[in-house]
């Protein structure tokens, strides 16, 4: 059985609140390890066209952020995937990120993911994980400097998020040496770590294992979502997450949504 293990990105009130608490439940009943919550906002930096536009209809909707904490409090009475918050640094910044980190830890979530909140420019966030218990999450690409890889270090995070190629997320990656070369260097840190960026089948994963702790898959579960054109997506999405992790223990045959 492979060793590496899934993670699923969702954003939070896509389509709307409702089916994207379903959603979340369909994808940890398929076997997803972890949860990773998108909170949307409206200027991202590394999201691709598909993450873009589910934001994009999400905040259109209505979605305010303790709309997303209310999410990951319910999905949390509900199911043993630990839960990730992914968002950009305004929305800490806009409430003090000490706050956030505590409102989420109070709502349940394992850690937080914010791609432009490096370690040495992150509102003291990395101080905040302390305070609320959090795993605060640096997020790396190929190329990084020897030094900011000592700093990250430094901080000995439990995980650190790793992508696999330069850009945005969506495009699809091929897996070659570098890519490899890249996330064994990032493991040599002793965190675990987390791969993502383009990741879309299974081979991409078998190809991974032994090299990182998990791997997070995102624009190919709202892509399945939207496939569906509103028939039974929660068991769309259910079925796209087991046969990712195909060889998962966390799947649940007798999941409804609903």
Known sequence: MPDV??????????PDMERSHAAALALAAGGADYLEIQFPFSDPSADGPVIERA????????????????LIEDLAKRLSSPLFIMTYGSLLVARGAEDFARRAAGAGAKGLIIPDLPPDYD????ESRRLAGLAVVPV?????????????QSLDPEYIYTALRLGITGGRTALDKNSIRHLDKAGFLGSKIIAGFGVRTREQILALTGHTHAVAVGSHFLETFDRTGGVCPENALRSAAAELNAFSQNADPSFRAF
């Open 5 to 14: 293990k899934l993670m699923a990105h969702w954003v939070a009130g896509y």
């Open 55 to 70: 934001c994009q209809a999400s905040l259109e909707a209505g979605f305010k952020t303790a709309d997303g904490f209310r």
């Open 123 to 126: 509102e003291r966030l990395f």
């Open 140 to 152: 790396i690409a190929p190329g990084i400097a020897e030094t900011r890889l000592g700093l990250i």
